[in-house]
């Protein structure tokens, strides 16, 4: 069965640290983009950090020097390391796997998504 799952969303303190995490399986991952997304009621899913299949990785400015994306692929798991959190972060973290090398910008070019894990940082 194909399929990611995402774990590791709390509640934090302003300032805390997290790290999300995101098995898959039933795919070759290795071959596949990735990608972190996040959202909050009555808005947009946004783009939080995006990797290749070549541990290429690009960030949301607002997250730039705060979140670290990796990829294991020997562990088949996808992580977010989330630092120096800030309230705006709050929200339902997704990972979503694109079948290309380099990683959409657009959610909608994203295949396969986990059901969310979700990340609350209070002041």
Request: charged fraction near 15%.
């Amino acid at each position: 069965q194909v399929q990611l799952v995402e774990s590791g969303g709390d509640s934090v303190q302003t300032g805390g640290t997290l790290r999300l995490s995101c098995t898959y399986s039933g795919f070759n991952f290795s071959t596949y983009s990735m990608g972190w997304f996040r959202q909050v009621p009555g808005k947009e899913r946004e783009g939080v950090a995006r990797i290749s299949a070549g541990y290429y990785t690009t960030y949301a400015d607002s997250v730039k020097g705060r979140f670290t994306i990796s990829r294991d692929n020997y562990k088949k798991t996808l992580y977010l390391q989330m630092s120096s959190l800030k309230p705006e972060d709050t929200g339902m973290y997704y990972c979503a796997a694109a079948y290309t090398y380099w990683p959409p910008t657009s959610p909608g070019d994203y295949k396969l998504w986990g059901q969310g894990t979700q990340v609350t940082v209070s002041s």
